[in-house]
């Protein structure tokens, strides 16, 4: 099939297989009956040749990485995904890989570390959200033997390098924590129970670290190995100034030390290769139709291109169509005055709750433009707009908020 060739002015050119426009629906998509109807719009064609059997259930396992601009709808598309596939009678798992969690949300479902089944799809989709943060905390620990070598070594520490082994280890470059989570969950993906598995990533920036992160550990190993050289030098002299027993000494926790990043190193390379695998892999950019938006899915596209990795669809989301008439605009407008109602509630009972001596909460109610809002002239406050000081209510009003900046 010849490749689709999208065109945003100042944006860039995007080429995939195959890509969906999706409308942008006049009520929040949650739960999966409406997640149902987003992949009845977004994934219509599934039997097209563009997702190389995705929804044949004669076909291998495979896999599919979500990934775009933070906020143009990665989570409800891996989620409407998710619950298409289910649908289709494939078991499918959703990981959600971004710090800042929505996938519960979405599924309108309590998800932890672990795959949780989600109601509603005879037991087919199932969703787990992977603590990032506690991951990269584990694999920092598995290296702290190392680093308080330091101080047993005193000044013999600092000539072999471990103070700034302890700063590396400390401040891991961005991303980190998406990588080593994501190696961790490899068992899963790997336990085979799931037919398809759908990663929903973090923001378009961690995607890309996540093939070059297996140099970096390289690196790493490189550099835990090379302590482990000067330290078989100066553990004797380290034996006898401080006394430290064992047949061994510290050796061990280097030794370990080494062991935690190889094998971490490992998941990373395993990453990597299922990404770059077509057999098995299959990469979804999300976008919506903004020229910000279109540039940054156009460097992802080229990012992932560069390292081997081919976009086999796109999906354009929230675009306006010819539903988008008054009455459908009301609707909107109504579903955004419930929103902010809530968001007035949260500031009430916040300020209620914070001590005496807390300042206000401020709230700044602004409207939706009808242009995309570039250079500086754009970006200068509206004139129509001020900051409002909220003041705690004992009783909120009933009806939906004006959507007119106050």
């Not at 149902?36 to 190389?52: I, M, N, P, T, W």
């Not at 510290?250 to 990373?268: F, I, L, N, S, T």
């Not at 579903?335 to 206000?360: C, F, V």
Request: hydrophobic letters at 40%; one cysteine or more; proline letters at 4%.
């Amino acid at each position: 099939m010849a490749k689709t060739e999208w065109r945003v002015a100042g944006a860039g050119r995007l080429t995939a297989r195959g890509r969906a426009q999706v409308p942008l629906f006049d009520t929040e998509v949650v739960s999966v009956y409406g997640l149902r109807a987003l992949g009845g719009v977004a994934f219509k064609d599934s039997a097209h040749a563009q997702y190389r059997g995705l929804f044949d259930k004669g076909s291998d396992a495979q896999f599919v990485f979500v990934g775009g601009k933070g906020g143009v709808g990665k989570t409800s598309t891996s989620s409407a995904l998710g619950v298409r596939l289910a649908d289709a009678g494939l078991k499918t798992l959703i990981i959600s890989t971004d710090p800042a969690h929505s996938l519960g949300d979405c599924l309108a479902t309590r998800l932890e570390g672990h795959p949780t089944e989600v109601q509603g799809t005879d037991g087919n989709l199932w969703a787990m959200e992977v603590d990032t943060e506690e991951a990269l905390e584990r694999f920092k620990e598995n290296l702290r033997g190392v680093s308080r070598m330091g101080g047993r070594l005193g000044e013999l520490g600092n000539k072999i390098g471990l103070d700034e082994f302890a700063e590396l280890l400390e401040n891991p470059p961005p991303g980190t924590d998406e990588v080593v989570a994501l190696g961790d969950v490899m068992e899963v993906m790997r336990e085979g129970k799931f037919d398809r598995v759908i990663v929903d990533t973090a923001p378009t920036g961690h995607t890309l670290r996540l093939l070059s992160f297996p140099d970096f550990l390289d690196g790493f190993l490189q550099k835990v190995l090379g302590i482990k050289r000067k330290l078989d030098g100066a553990i004797n002299t380290a034996k006898a100034l401080f006394g430290m027993s064992g047949a061994d000494g510290g050796r061990d926790e280097v030794e370990e030390a080494a062991a935690a990043v190889e094998r971490q190193r490992v998941k990373a390379v395993e990453l990597r290769e299922l990404l770059t695998d077509p057999a098995r892999t299959q990469f979804l950019v999300v976008s919506i139709a903004t020229q910000l938006a279109f540039a940054e899915s156009e460097r992802l596209v080229q990012g992932l291109a560069e390292r081997g990795v081919a976009v086999d669809n796109l999906v354009v989301n929230q675009l306006l169509g010819e539903a988008a008439n008054e009455a459908w605009v009301h609707r909107v407008a109504k579903a955004q005055g419930k929103s902010i109602e809530g968001i007035r509630a949260m500031t009430d009972q916040a300020m209620l709750a914070a001590p005496a001596d807390a300042g206000p909460i401020w709230v700044r109610e602004v409207p939706y433009f009808d242009s995309e809002l570039q250079s500086v002239y754009a970006l200068r406050p509206p004139p129509r707009t001020k900051w409002t000081r909220r003041v705690p209510q004992p009783v909120l009003s009933g009806h939906a908020a004006s959507l007119k900046p106050y």
